[in-house]
């Protein structure tokens, strides 16, 4: 069964804090993501990577940042959290290749993300 | 640029009546559509897409959608609602021919329908 697994559920900052929250999928998918989750906004794209050191910004990058080092983890960083990034942060992932991919996106459970 | 957009925050229905919630979308080439359902303090969950073929597709949970060309919509329906079908949907799209070839597989997501079924 495929997986995508985000190992931190809750977690609650103090403003100025480095945050990172961690990513992980066993599909050996080529394309990762991270997106944001706020009421009323749906999900919002922050960054995504296409391949091992890739990355491209999304919609919202301002105050994120992401690495990549393995295939199978994706890290998003808020280098200084601030209150305006208390939210659920969702990651996903999909495999790449071939004629135009028309696979849906696989997602983890989410990170519920405080800043005080 | 493609867009989606959900005209109800919220949908109310009882059970074992039908639903609908409603999706409508931008892109400049074909669609890719694409429904997800969240239960509380979870991820997304897929239901189903429409990729090409018949415009009714059938998904899980006795889920269907059906994508309209013309108007532009890929409405989510169920026959028969039930209490554990509460929860919030999302419809998203991608353009089938990205101009960003990197970027392709990203989904664009609508802002959510919250759907109550009353006993």
């Known amino acids: 069964d495929v997986k995508v697994t985000q190992s931190s559920r809750y977690l609650v900052k103090r403003t100025g804090e480095k945050v990172f929250l961690e990513c992980v999928q066993d599909?050996?998918?080529?394309?990762m993501f991270w997106y944001r989750q706020d009421p009323g906004l749906g999900l919002r794209l922050i960054y995504f990577?296409?391949?091992?050191?890739?990355?491209e910004k999304g919609d919202i990058p301002e105050g994120y940042s992401v690495s990549r080092e393995k295939k199978e983890r994706f890290s998003l960083i808020l280098e200084s959290a601030s209150t305006n990034q208390t939210s659920m942060y969702l990651c996903?992932?999909?495999?790449?290749?071939?004629?135009?991919?028309?696979?849906?996106?696989?997602f983890g459970e989410g990170s519920r993300l405080t800043v005080l | 640029a493609q867009s989606v957009a959900q005209p109800e925050d919220q949908v109310n229905v009882a059970e074992g009546n039908p639903l609908t919630v409603k999706c409508t979308y931008s892109?400049?080439?074909?669609?890719?559509l694409f429904w997800y359902v969240q239960y509380p303090n979870r991820g997304l969950q897929f239901l189903l897409k429409?990729?090409?073929?018949?415009?009714l597709v059938k998904g899980s949970y006795g889920f269907e959608a059906e994508f309209n060309k013309s108007q532009t919509s890929f409405h989510l329906k169920k026959p028969s609602a039930l209490v554990s079908d509460s929860a919030l949907y999302f419809c998203?799209?991608?353009?089938?021919?990205?101009?960003?070839?990197?970027?392709?597989?990203?989904?664009?997501f609508g802002k959510g329908t919250s759907l109550l079924v009353t006993p």
């Open positions: 996903a992932s999909i495999q790449a290749g071939g004629p135009p991919n028309t696979g849906e996106l696989f």
């Open positions: 599909m050996d998918h080529e394309n």
């Open positions: 990577s296409y391949d091992v050191k890739m990355k």
């Open positions: 892109v400049s080439g074909n669609p890719y």
């Open positions: 429409y990729i090409t073929g018949d415009n």
């Open positions: 998203a799209v991608r353009d089938s021919q990205p101009s960003n070839s990197n970027s392709g597989y990203a989904l664009n």
